[in-house]
């Protein structure tokens, strides 16, 4: 892993276990559980929606990157999301890590009722507590960065996780940022 990306996973970690100390893992499963029930027949395909699509084009929601810093600081997940499927967008990747890149996961869960198109969490996914949290918001596919993850962790994230009832989709890069 460069440097940059060891350093987002080593905060990503210590991000999750605050967040397991103000909810727990079995509460989060348990929340997941009605979101599904309640939701299956909602979740969107991104691999049907970009074969379906005449653009096959990803729009990503992002404000900010550790290499370019502040993209667009007062981006609105209210507008620029509905904005890209508007313009022929085949699905959107909204960003949720807060500190390296100005997202959150509200961010999702604001842009899911304002779009018909797939949703892709895109988040440095290193435990199945964030698929949860995906499923939760609303998300209808995650972004697994292999460069990041162990065989085991891959495997353990795409087949062996809650999220394979939760989405229809998991997209699986080998290369960092």
Partial sequence: ???????????KQTEIELQKQ???????????????????AHRRSMKQALAASS?????????????KGWI????????IPASYEAAGAAALSILTDEK????????????????RIPILRKDFIINEY??????????????????C????????????SGWRYCSKSTALRNSPI
Avoid: W, Y
């Fill in 72 to 79: 667009n600081e007062a981006a609105q997940a209210e507008e």
């Fill in 130 to 147: 964030q698929l949860l949290q995906a499923c939760i918001v609303g998300a209808d596919a995650v972004l697994l960065i292999a460069a």
């Fill in 1 to 11: 892993m460069k440097d940059i990306l060891s350093e987002i996973i080593a905060h």
């Fill in 55 to 67: 653009t096959g084009i990803i729009s990503e929601f992002k404000r900010r990157s550790p290499s």
């Fill in 100 to 115: 390296f890149f100005g997202g959150t996961l509200r961010d999702i869960r604001t842009a899911r009722p304002l779009v």
């Fill in 22 to 40: 103000t909810v727990s893992p079995e509460q989060l499963q348990e929340q997941a559980g009605v979101i599904i029930r309640e939701n299956a």
């Fill in 149 to 160: 993850l162990s065989p085991e962790q891959c495997s353990t994230l795409t087949t062996n």
